[in-house]
T-cell receptor, first 116, second 114 residues
Framework: DAGVIQSPRHEVTEMGQEVTLRCKPI?????LFWYRQTMMRGLELLIY????????DSGMPEDRFSAKMPNASFSTLKIQPSEPRDSAVYFC??????????????FGPGTRLLVL | GNSVTQMEGPVTLSEEAFLTINCTYT??????LFWYVQYPGEGLQLLLK?????DKGSNKGFEATYRKETTSFHLEKGSVQVSDSAVYFC?????????????FGAGTRLFVKA
């Protein structure tokens, strides 16, 4: 069974460019999470979806960041315009979540983003 | 609010030493507790979990017991190996963490020397 798939695995771009990160969750999972990890700030939850609906985007740093989940098998995180301080590892995770059940999150391998 | 506090790292041990990584939590209600591990260059993966008080989670020689009276979930291993070098995250999730969120600790980096 395939795990969470993220693409690209590495991205190097210049300041001001648009960056799009992609995620395919595990089939059958109904919750999807986007995280950012840096040495300075650790692991931060950016946004999460349940049944393709954004539930909490309070972690999105600013309007330059946007996320979509058009269907149960695909999500994107977009940064426009990108800035050097956005350099980080971005993780996507998925889980099966329901009232009364708080299940394990399965993480993808991450996208390592470097903004020059 | 809900939060997780774990001991700061890095923790450096020799092979076959005993490991303890402390984790305490603050939560409303009765959350599930988790330990995740992140190996270099990879995403986090579940190491073990416990869903109610006094439960013991175990995997790959690691153990942690859900202690409600002390609000703790300390990670232990009797004899560490070089391959255990990684970052370990304590986490909680439950009905009062804002829907379906998991609250992660800051992570503790473990180095094991041969």
């Amino acid at each position: 069974d395939a795990g969470v798939i993220q693409s690209p695995r590495h991205e190097v771009t210049e300041m001001g460019q648009e960056v799009t990160l992609r995620c395919k969750p595990i089939s059958g999972h109904n919750s999807l999470f986007w995280y950012r990890q840096t040495m300075m700030r650790g692991l931060e939850l950016l946004i999460y979806f349940n049944n393709n609906v954004p539930i909490d985007d309070s972690g999105m740093p600013e309007d330059r960041f946007s996320a979509k989940m058009p269907n149960a098998s695909f999500s994107t995180l977009k940064i426009q315009p990108s800035e050097p301080r956005d350099s980080a590892v971005y993780f996507c995770a998925s889980s099966w979540s329901a009232r009364g059940s708080w299940e394990t999150q399965y993480f993808g391998p991450g996208t390592r983003l470097l903004v020059l | 609010g809900n939060s997780v506090t774990q001991m700061e790292g890095p923790v450096t041990l020799s092979e076959e030493a005993f490991l303890t990584i402390n984790c305490t939590y603050t939560a409303t209600g009765y959350p599930s507790l988790f330990w995740y591990v992140q190996y270099p260059g990879e995403g986090l993966q579940l190491l073990l979990k416990a869903t109610k008080a006094d439960d013991k989670g175990s995997n790959k020689g690691f153990e942690a017991t859900y202690r409600k009276e002390t609000t703790s979930f300390h990670l232990e291993k009797g004899s560490v190996q070089v391959s255990d070098s990684a970052v370990y995250f304590c986490a909680l999730s439950g009905p009062h963490t804002g829907g379906f969120k998991t609250i992660f600790g800051a992570g503790t980096r473990l180095f094991v020397k041969a």
